[in-house]
């Protein structure tokens, strides 16, 4: 498979799954460890039966801001082509929302956070 463009891609939920990745992608991806500062994950329910399907669960991580800045989301960084980081948006529910985000390691990527017609 030819490689267009490279998207870092944080990844804290089923994303990191064999199944999702090999459904969403074809492909198994090796990520590397990282972490997102400033956050937190929350638990949610899922009600997308494709995606429920391929996940196995309709319980899914969410990663909401915290107050405390000594927490940060554990996670892994995936390179994903554009078609790839296409396939992530269209796996991901309303309820997460796409957004660039600074890494602990200094890195920027992609994330799904919390969507804004979620938020309080």
Not at 71 to 95: I, M, N, S
Request: net charge negative; charged share 25%; glycine share 6%.
């Amino acid at each position: 498979m030819a490689l267009s463009a490279h998207h870092s891609l944080f990844t804290y939920g089923t994303l990191q799954m064999r199944e999702v990745q090999l459904a969403r992608f074809g492909r198994l991806l090796q990520g590397r460890r990282d972490a997102l500062p400033g956050y937190r994950t929350t638990e949610i329910w899922i009600t997308d039966p494709d995606v429920i399907a391929v996940s196995g669960t309709d319980r899914h991580l969410l990663v909401v801001p915290s107050d405390d800045p000594a927490d940060a989301v554990e996670g892994a960084v995936l390179e994903l082509t554009d078609e790839e980081l296409a396939a992530a948006d269209d796996y991901e529910v309303d309820d997460y929302a796409r957004v660039e985000v600074t890494l602990v390691s200094g890195a920027k990527a992609w994330a799904y956070l919390e969507s804004a017609r979620n938020a309080v």
